[in-house]
T-cell receptor, first 114, second 111 residues
């Protein structure tokens, strides 16, 4: 299965600023997924990042707030823009392992906005 | 939106006991997966059961799937303190590769 390196592991940011989270995969993958996990909650899909095209966002998430880059088949970034305390969450990237295999997740970025 | 609903939301047991967690979902699925998350870190894949399978084992884990009831259960036998974590079910629907997660069960195994 793929190995994902996610950075940073945690950060404390001032409101109104932006944070870019990076995920590097050790193999080429078509789609990468970005999730948000609010405190004490489950994971919610933010968007699907495809190489060579714009990311596909889920309902309730917009590109201006969560711009995503996917410059090649092994790398993606998620930016959390103009942050507010409500953005304090764990953000995770993920890749699929194939139809009958599990998904691999990055170790997560714990974001606190003050 | 959440696809699966886990039950119970929290479970506290003693080491050596068995832990059973249940998951229900709403739409047709290709497969159902279970994941573990330790202390808000990344998720670890535990087991995947296909829609045409009814039961699957992996070590101390046993998963069942009832597509007629749209439900699954995860049994951890002979639990250990290291099994303390949150457990999530997740489903992939139709032709999509998007995983939709349930609300999760927080398991505490007391030494």
């Amino acid at each position: 299965s793929a190995v994902i390196s996610q950075k940073p592991s945690r950060d404390i940011c001032q409101r109104g600023t932006s944070l870019t989270i990076q995920c590097q995969v050790d193999s080429q993958v078509t789609m990468m997924f970005w999730y948000r996990q609010q405190p004490g909650q489950s994971l919610t899909l933010i968007a699907t990042a495809n190489q060579g095209s714009e990311a596909t966002y889920e309902s309730g998430f917009v590109i201006d707030k969560f711009p995503i880059s996917r410059p090649n088949l092994t790398f993606s970034t998620l930016t959390v823009s103009n942050m507010s305390p409500e953005d304090s969450s764990i953000y995770l990237c993920s890749v699929a392992g194939g139809r009958f295999y599990g998904y691999t997740f990055g170790s997560g970025t714990r974001l606190t906005v003050v | 939106s959440q696809q699966g609903e886990e039950d119970p939301q929290a479970l506290s047991i003693q080491e050596g006991e068995n832990a059973t967690m249940n998951c229900s979902y709403k739409t047709s699925i290709n497969n159902l997966q279970w994941y573990r998350q330790n202390s808000g870190r990344g998720l670890v894949h535990l087991i995947l059961i296909r829609s045409n399978e009814r039961e699957k084992h992996s070590g101390r884990l046993r998963v069942t799937l009832d597509t007629s009831k749209k439900s699954s259960s995860l049994l951890i036998t002979a639990s250990r303190a290291a099994d303390t974590a949150s457990y999530f079910c997740a489903t992939a629907q139709g032709g999509s590769e998007k995983l939709v997660f349930g609300k999760g069960t927080k398991l505490t195994v007391n030494p």
